[in-house]
């Protein structure tokens, strides 16, 4: 309550609509509300006070003319019966030899009818409701004249044809606006669809802007944005593709003059250098080349997951995993399958087993991998997503790669529209890599 007070619009901020189509809705309904709201409290307030008032003269009245006329020719009660039920909608009954026992009762005091009586009436009375009646008896020679009337000639038909035309012409005009607005917010809603398969990697077919000149710009400029980068990921390619003939064709030569050449020290140091080099080639092209142009198809993870772990680099060390349910997914099985795998060519690298576990969390599937190796320092958690970064000095391939290994990896997990997350492993004590995919 204390917040409530001090930050009113925070406050009630928590209980508005989220959505752009809920609260487009709230700035077209809360106005009709209020002015619906300010014209029934104004008519009620003058219009309806007013009619009842003069319904109830009207009834008091026509019981004033009916006692002066019974007053002039109390022998003539048949006839003033008649004419009061026929013409006043008034049942009238005299009562002789009795008189009025009690008076007006407390809870009609004072009301618009009893006012009116008073004005009208200069002898005793009293009223009552009773099962939609009103029951007036007034104090005349010899007795006592009794008045019945239907209640409902007190109310004005003309408050409840009010707030029906209302009612139903807001709900009309209502519907209108929730049509308009619906197909305004839809364009909106397909580009935030196509936004989101387009930053989780999947294929995004192409769509017409449709609604207003805003929403269609702002859908063109994205579609514009898509084509570029699939033209820049097209000519990253065949760029590369290029590079790669070129850059092998000089290799194979010397490594063909140097096969030709007699064995010796100097001989087997440059053919060691060729294939380093030829490797780290390799591992650069498919960094930059990446897995981009791959079609993205609907994957049963679990079986993907005991595929990656069949694939992996290193056999002899143990990996162990337990299958259990997980959601069917829209990946990239191969660039996904190459992220997942060196993850767990890394861990069997530097650990002597291999814990690989799934589970989900709300919208997020999460795959980890841990070890019992020594582990990365945490200084140096985000420097080995660098590019050829190596935590081994030496550099030397066969005992830890080029260093392209979780560059790639994290690569194709944000391509995926996830991340890779490292830290350590407080059940294991070495690595625990956890790659997490939206799904």
Known sequence: MNYFLKHPFKALKAYLPKSMFGRSLLILVLPLILIEGVAAYVFLDSHWERVTKMLA???????????ELYTQAPDQETFYKSLTGNFLKLRMDFVPEKAIESSVPEDLKDTVLDMALKDQLFIPYTFNIKGGEIHIETGVKGGVLKFITPLNRLCSKSFFLFIMWVSITSAIFLLIAVAFMHNQVKPLRRLAIAADR???GRSLPTFKPEGAIEIRKLT???????????????QKADMLAGVSHDLRTPLTRMRLQLAMMAPSSEVDGL?????????MLEGYLTFARGEGLEETCETNMNDFLQDAIEGRADL???VHYTSRPLPVMYIKPQALKRCVMNLINNATRYGHAVWVKAFTDKDYLIISVEDDGPGIPEEKIEEVFKPFFRLDSSRNIATGGV???LTIARDIAQGHGGDIILSSSLEHGGLKASLVLPY
């Not at 003269?57 to 006692?67: C, K, P």
């Not at 514009?224 to 820049?232: A, S, T, V």
Request: hydrophobic share 40%; no cysteine; glycine share 14%.
């Open 57 to 67: 003269r009207n009834i008091a009245g026509e019981v004033g003319a009916a006692i």
């Open 198 to 200: 387009f930053g989780k």
């Open 220 to 234: 063109s400029a994205f579609m514009m944005m898509k084509e570029r980068l699939q033209r820049q990921l097209t």
């Open 271 to 279: 053919q060691k250098d060729i294939e380093e080099m030829n490797k």
């Open 316 to 318: 002899q060390t143990g």
């Open 403 to 405: 260093g392209l290994g």
